[in-house]
């Protein structure tokens, strides 16, 4: 593949060797270099170096670290205005079902390479809600929907990967025939190759790997191909003609994103450990989580070939009720599906002022669990019938992840 040999010195400074980026498999060397990609700004085709090249013509961010600083949830930047003027949001579209809107995709592009013109904008309205505005290309359609996005933390995706799809199956009860009315349920996903793997990345559980997760940014947030998201223009659709016909650094062959380059960044990804807690000896915190009902879907730990995974969640999908309506969803997920946040790290989020929730809306813990509905009703109730002195406690067991 023409994007395969590549000097290593494009990838990692000072490094100067040629060859294919497989003859640096070397794990330490290739965490190495996947995290020199992470940081890389990717530019339009053609470019002196093809390796560098097809960004666009639509894209969100230049680079993977632009919405992910320093791995972590970041807080939305909003200026005077009311623009948004962050990269660690996005919008995306759908109709009730997960269809794209036909002529805007999947995600809301609100930047473009020079000769294109972006999708729009994101603007705090007037109601307080972030939403797409200056359409470029006319209206969205009737039945689309749209969802604001917030880009997640970043550890702990290698822990997450080895846990076992039986462990993970193993709490599913999509038909609750133990009558807890929490029903989880997995979400499976046909592949390529037309075979169902378990879900279990993405606020919706649709990606099975971190390589298709990795994939997935490449294509809706810098409008780049890979194996697994082949199509050069990105989230272009034939209603953005001047996109889909703009310069692009590969072919459907011929991906603009090796095989190997996702490989790297996702040996990167998951070498990142998850976080710890700060204090992790309350047992009184511990059985008042359990006892609310907020452990039957924030699962402590999950088993894996590495050990526990204590990342609080089942990576089942949820329906939360109305008030957790995502607007825009996937194929086969309901709008008020999602997959069980994992809750390490809370305490990080909690101290940036990042936001919880898909979308960030709640500003602390308890906003949101008071936002739970659906299958988490039960225990907001419960948090609501504690003492003052016990829903302190709760929380601070929960802002201590």
């Not at 994101?122 to 209206?139: H, M, W």
């Not at 997920?333 to 709640?362: M, Q």
């Not at 008071?370 to 988490?376: Q, V």
Request: aromatic share 6%.
């Amino acid at each position: 593949m023409r994007r395969g040999p590549i000097l290593a010195a494009a990838v990692v400074g000072g490094l100067v060797a040629f060859g294919s980026l497989t003859a640096f498999a070397a794990p330490d060397l290739g965490r190495a270099i996947g995290k020199a990609l992470f940081k890389r700004a990717w530019v339009p085709a053609p470019s002196s170096t093809h390796a560098n090249d097809g960004l666009g013509p639509l894209f969100n961010a230049r680079a993977c670290i632009v919405c992910h600083q320093g791995l972590e949830r970041a807080a939305l930047e909003v200026g005077p205005d009311g623009l948004v003027t962050g990269d660690n949001v996005v919008v995306r579209f759908s109709d009730a079902a997960g269809n794209p809107d036909p002529v805007y995709g999947i995600q809301f592009q609100t930047a473009a390479i020079p000769g294109h013109v972006p999708e729009g904008k994101l603007v705090r309205a007037a109601n307080g809600k972030i939403e797409p505005q200056g359409l470029a290309f006319g209206p969205l359609a009737p039945t689309t929907h749209f969802g604001l996005r917030v880009a997640p933390a970043l550890h702990g995706l290698g822990e997450l990967a080895s846990v076992p799809s039986d462990a993970i199956l193993a709490l599913a009860d999509p038909d609750d025939l133990d009558g807890d009315g929490i029903s989880g349920r997995p979400n499976w996903i046909t592949g390529s190759h037309g075979r169902k793997e378990l879900g279990r990345f993405g606020w919706k559980a649709n990606e099975p790997s971190l390589s298709g997760q990795i994939s997935d940014a490449f294509s809706m947030d810098l409008g780049m191909s890979t194996e697994h998201r082949p199509s050069v223009a990105g989230d272009c659709t034939p209603g953005e003609a001047a996109c889909e016909a703009g310069p692009h650094g590969g072919t459907a062959d011929e991906p603009e994103i090796s095989h190997e380059i996702v490989a790297l960044l996702a040996s990167y990804l998951a070498s990142v450990p998850g976080p710890k807690p700060e204090d992790a000896n309350d047992p009184k915190g511990a059985q008042l989580f359990a006892s609310a009902g907020c452990a039957a879907c924030h699962q402590p730990s999950l088993p894996s070939t590495h050990g526990k995974v204590a990342a609080f969640t089942d990576l089942l999908l949820h329906d939360m009720g109305p008030g957790l309506d995502g607007g825009a969803t996937e194929p086969g997920v309901a709008p008020t599906e999602w997959r069980t946040a994992p809750l390490w790290g809370v305490r990080r989020t909690v101290a940036s002022g990042a936001g919880l929730l898909h979308d960030g809306r709640a500003r602390s813990v308890t906003e949101a669990i008071e936002w739970h509905g659906g299958e988490g009703a039960h225990a907001r109730s419960a948090f609501q019938a504690l003492s003052e002195s016990d829903r302190k406690a709760l929380i601070a067991y929960v802002e201590k992840l």
